[in-house]
Structure formats: C-alpha cells, structure tokens
C-alpha cells in the first residue's frame, strides 16, 4: 500500500468508527487504537466513535442525526484467506443486499449481541442509513486468541494504520489507493484477497 502525503483538512462530515470485540488480541485492533485515533488532530467535522453497541442501536443513531455524515470510515480486523497477518486493505461499501434469509440472519445475531461489521453493513443497508463514501480499513488480525495486547506483527503497523485512517477520513479514496469493493450480495462470499 502506497501511503499519501499529509491529508488536506477535508470539508466533509465524517465518522471514524472501530467495530471489534475487546480483549481478543489483534481481532481488537479497533478497540486497542480507538484511544491514538480520538488523540490525533481532526478537524471540527470529524466524530470518533467506538461502534460496538449493535446494529440497531446504530442504525436508530444514524436516523436521529439532524445532519448526515458524509463519509463513514470504520477500523475492522477480519479474517480473510490467503493474508498475512498485518496485512492492511481498503475496502468501498458499494450496498446492495443479500438473500432475505441471510439478512434475517444479521438481524439474528444482532438482536444476541454479536460484533460484526458484515452484519452492520448488511443492517445499515437495509434500513438506509449509509452515506455514498462507506470505507473499510480492514486489518488482517490471523487466527483469533484471547489477549489484552495486538501481536508483534501487527503493533509493528500501527503507524501504517493510523495514517491509512486518518488519510482515507480526510481524503476519501484516491487514484494512489488499492481500493477493493464490498457488495451485500457478494460480503459472505469466500475470496482469495492475496498477501
């Protein structure tokens, strides 16, 4: 991933939004950066926000804004085949949903407590609430353990990391950016995303 120079102060409303379980080592990624990334410097039209409260609860937060965001960035660690851990990649929101079984499904677990962003995304979609600039900055946590602290390979990328969000917040995406798409029909889908 090719990093930007310093990104201009953008004019657009933006949330910066981490989604992950607590205390689940590099699965937390979200969680464990939430603290650096409300330290960093933004500007008046940027929120920071810890995104675990549930679907629902964050739909009905996105339908009481008197004044819409205009860009959603949320920071996820999922596991995906064929990365290696550390691994850092942009992924666009481009809506659309899946069958009516599998969004039951998301609104199933949602309603048990369970943390996804598959789930949010799919839930968010079919209620709405998304802005046209949605944004993944998805870390590749490896297998899942227990754990307070992120492992060697990817504490060694939080600065990249940081900057991947603070860049993609102000800026959007860019020609420089290695942007891959999500679609709510293709989300649960098996790919091959490389190294």
Same mark, same amino acid.
């Given at each position: 991933?090719?990093?930007?120079p310093?990104?201009?102060?953008?004019n657009?409303?933006?949330?910066?939004?981490?989604?992950?379980?607590?205390?689940?080592?590099?699965?937390?990624?979200?969680?464990?950066?939430?603290?650096?990334?409300?330290?960093?410097?933004?500007?008046? &039209? +940027?929120?920071? $926000?810890?995104?675990?409260?549930?679907?629902? =609860? @964050?739909?009905?937060?996105?339908?009481?804004?008197?004044? !819409?965001?205009?860009?959603?960035?949320? &920071? +996820?660690?999922? $596991?995906?085949?064929s990365?290696?851990?550390? =691994? @850092?990649?942009?992924?666009?929101?481009?809506?659309?949903? !899946?069958?009516?079984?599998?969004?039951?499904?998301?609104?199933?677990?949602?309603?048990?407590?369970v943390?996804s962003?598959?789930?949010?995304?799919?839930?968010?979609?079919?209620?709405?609430?998304?802005?046209?600039?949605?944004?993944l900055?998805?870390?590749?946590?490896?297998?899942?353990?227990?754990?307070?602290?992120?492992?060697?390979?990817?504490?060694?990328?939080?600065?990249?990391?940081?900057?991947?969000?603070?860049?993609?917040?102000?800026?959007?995406?860019?020609?420089?950016?290695?942007?891959?798409?999500?679609?709510?029909?293709?989300?649960?889908?098996?790919?091959?995303?490389?190294?």
């Amino acid at each position: 991933m090719k990093l930007r120079p310093v990104p201009v102060e953008s004019n657009k409303r933006t949330l910066i939004g981490t989604v992950g379980y607590h205390l689940l080592r590099n699965h937390s990624v979200g969680p464990i950066l939430l603290p650096d990334i409300r330290k960093m410097d933004w500007p008046d &039209l +940027v929120t920071v $926000e810890e995104m675990n409260w549930g679907p629902i =609860a @964050i739909v009905q937060y996105f339908q009481t804004l008197k004044t !819409p965001f205009d860009r959603v960035v949320f &920071l +996820v660690a999922i $596991e995906r085949k064929s990365r290696n851990i550390g =691994a @850092i990649n942009i992924f666009q929101w481009k809506g659309g949903l !899946p069958s009516e079984k599998q969004i039951q499904a998301c609104i199933g677990d949602a309603a048990t407590g369970v943390i996804s962003v598959e789930n949010l995304l799919v839930i968010g979609e079919f209620f709405k609430v998304w802005p046209k600039e949605l944004y993944l900055v998805d870390v590749e946590p490896g297998p899942e353990a227990a754990g307070e602290h992120l492992t060697s390979q990817v504490d060694a990328k939080v600065p990249e990391i940081l900057d991947t969000v603070r860049n993609i917040a102000l800026n959007g995406v860019t020609a420089v950016d290695d942007v891959r798409f999500l679609k709510g029909d293709g989300i649960f889908r098996e790919v091959d995303y490389g190294k």
